[in-house]
């Protein structure tokens, strides 16, 4: 970790003024290391790939051409081609816009439903406590990849389908890390104060503990994210995942294990843009945990 560089307070002000102010909820701001440029530039590089060098360089990740099959990286095909002819930097990028599609939508639907019940389990307690626990208790006694296995086979083949397959193991973790933030929030002497003068339960968790919980939560976003990418290669690997009509991570490196002796390029490829995208991740959620060691959050 980067030292911190600084600290700059955001504070709200206080319902009644012989409460005084709110607690400040202080952020640390880093400077930006070498780590976090590269993969900021990774993704970044990733993005425009996506969006603009198939077209730039006309190339087209289903296009086959039996007279450059299985050729090494060329001036026209960067990385080289497939059995098919077909481009390797096409179809990667290509995996590269369904994995992160699918990365992020799971992760964005795991939150929106897992964060507020965690929320509400922690501040309120009582029987929906008890409940969501046992509920996530069980949910998380079964292993993620197992149960998203399970529900992709019976769910099917298709974006949809393997989304929820990563969503549903991954809601009950979002359930668990937003009440143990809540808990923690809940102890704090601007939220007792809030509690004392009668400000509704909607309105704290709103105001006060969700600001304080969301940096934490975006961290665990981020790293939730190269995790859902990883599930759904090893779902489309064991051809569970996406259908062989779409192009993916995880189906690029099961079709290429059959050239694994004469062109290992075609395993090579989409497993080093997989472990770049979800080292750059990872290495983007350390910035939300650097920031959260100078959030005090205590009480004046």
Not at 35 to 56: C, I, N
Not at 138 to 147: E, N, Q, S, T
Not at 242 to 249: A, E
Not at 259 to 278: C, K, Q
Request: net charge positive; charged share 15%.
């Amino acid at each position: 970790m980067s030292p911190e560089a600084g600290m700059t307070a955001v504070a709200e002000p206080s319902a009644v003024a012989e409460m005084g102010e709110r607690p400040a909820v202080k952020r640390a701001r880093r400077q930006w290391g070498l780590t976090d440029v590269l993969a900021m530039s990774w993704l970044a590089l990733l993005v425009f790939g996506m969006l603009f060098l198939p077209t730039l360089l006309n190339i087209d990740a289903d296009t086959m051409s039996p007279a450059d099959r299985l050729t090494g990286p060329s001036a026209h095909h960067w990385l080289g081609t497939d059995n098919y002819g077909r481009d390797l930097l096409a179809r990667a990028l290509a995996g590269a816009r369904i994995s992160l599609w699918i990365g992020f939508g799971s992760v964005a639907a795991s939150a929106l439903v897992g964060v507020p019940i965690g929320m509400l389990a922690g501040y309120l307690g009582g029987w929906l406590d008890r409940i969501t626990s046992f509920v996530v208790d069980v949910v998380l006694a079964f292993p993620g990849l197992v149960l998203a296995l399970a529900l992709a086979s019976f769910l099917g083949q298709s974006i949809t389908n393997v989304m929820i397959a990563i969503a549903v193991p991954m809601c009950p973790v979002f359930v668990r890390l937003a009440k143990a933030q809540t808990l923690s929030v809940a102890r704090r002497e601007y939220v007792e104060a809030s509690q004392v003068i009668g400000t509704p339960a909607r309105s704290i968790l709103r105001r006060d503990v969700l600001p304080n919980i969301t940096e934490a939560m975006l961290a665990f976003a981020l790293v939730s994210v190269g995790h859902a990418i990883l599930i759904e290669g090893g779902l489309s690997f064991l051809g569970m995942g996406m259908p062989p009509t779409v192009t993916s991570w995880g189906g690029m490196i099961n079709y290429g294990r059959g050239f694994i002796s004469s062109n290992p390029a075609l395993i090579a490829v989409p497993s080093a843009f997989m472990l770049l995208t979800i080292l750059s991740l990872n290495l983007l959620a350390d910035r939300f945990l650097g920031g959260r060691a100078g959030n005090t959050g205590g009480g004046r």
